[in-house]
């Protein structure tokens, strides 16, 4: 037993070393095993054929998350597509701060740009009672976020919104929702930063969910801190994921427009990542 998986897992690193650090070797080679086989003595002729499917698109850096088409987040399995950003360990930073805060029964929460769903179906699963609504401009996203509330067993509730969009949002703002929470992972790497991102990262996901331009790296806060002094209750908290560089300029942005108790935090690599800003 012992032998197989050593053979297993050096046929692995020969074939992708290079391009993954030793332990990320080791990382992938357990994470393959585990998925194309439940025995630990052998593989059939299926599973070799799968494995090498799925290191030869290793090899082209494709990421490990959709060739599986799964991840973990927040301690829940969520389904993914190339349609969707593959959730990160600093988004889970953010939902365990919003989850600080306290909620009545029925409390409102609203994702925008949710993207997997991995925010609100995260916030739903943990929250009692809530209700909870997601935004996003994408259908093939918005599939994906109801089915991974479907698989984790919650309701969201869903909607096709393009936040730039006048014609969208004054459908949103006659629905008399407010909310008590409005929570956003939206687009804010600027143009200029490509050159300096992963192959992985820049080849495969969805540039619309990345991406902004370099004269307007602010564009989605802006819009929804705008959107928020319209649906947000009085009190009520908003919460994004930020761009590092950005942080400062963000903090005076929302001042300006009225927010007050203005906070950012450092996610685990000490960058500052996540802000708090209440109406």
């Known amino acids: ?5 050593q053979q297993f897992t050096q046929n692995i ?11 990320e070797i080791s990382y992938l080679s357990r994470i393959i095993l585990e998925e194309v086989s439940c025995k630990i003595n052998k593989l ?4 070799l054929r799968k494995t090498e499917d799925i290191v030869k698109r290793l090899q082209n850096n494709e990421p490990i998350q959709y060739i599986l088409g799964k991840c973990v ?13 593959i959730p990160r360990p600093e988004t889970e930073e953010l939902v365990e701060w919003v989850l600080t805060e306290k ?35 994408s259908d093939s996203a918005l599939s994906v976020a109801s089915e991974n509330a479907a698989v984790n067993d919650i309701k969201i509730q869903t909607s096709k919104v393009d936040v730039l969009s006048e014609d969208d949002l004054q459908k949103q703002y006659n ?19 490509k050159k300096s991102m992963e192959a992985n ?18 564009l989605f806060y802006s819009k929804i801190a705008d959107i928020s002094l319209r649906i947000l209750k009085k009190g009520g908290r908003l ?11 963000l903090v005076l942005m929302l001042k300006e427009k009225g927010f007050r108790d203005v906070e950012l935090r450092k996610d685990i690599t000490g960058k500052l990542r996540m802000l708090k800003a209440v109406l």
């Not at 609203?110 to 609504?133: F, P, R, W």
């Not at 008399?176 to 956003?184: H, L, P």
């Not at 919460?239 to 300029?249: G, K, V």
């Open 1 to 5: 037993m012992h032998n197989f998986i």
């Open 13 to 23: 690193q020969q074939q992708l070393s290079g391009l993954y650090t030793q332990s």
């Open 44 to 47: 059939s002729e299926s599973e």
């Open 73 to 85: 987040f927040y301690g829940l399995t969520f389904n993914l597509t190339s349609d969707v950003l």
């Open 103 to 137: 909620y009545e029964n029925n409390s409102s929460l609203l994702d925008i740009g949710t993207g997997s769903g991995c925010i609100a179906v995260s916030l739903a699963k943990k929250i009692n009672e809530v209700n909870m609504h997601a935004w996003d401009i």
């Open 175 to 193: 629905s008399d929702i407010k909310y008590d929470v409005i929570v956003s992972n939206p687009p804010y790497i600027t143009e200029s930063e």
């Open 201 to 218: 990262v820049l080849n495969y996901e969805p540039h619309l969910a990345l991406f902004v331009p370099d004269n307007n790296s602010l």
């Open 239 to 249: 919460f994004f994921e930020i761009n590092p560089p950005y942080a400062n300029d």
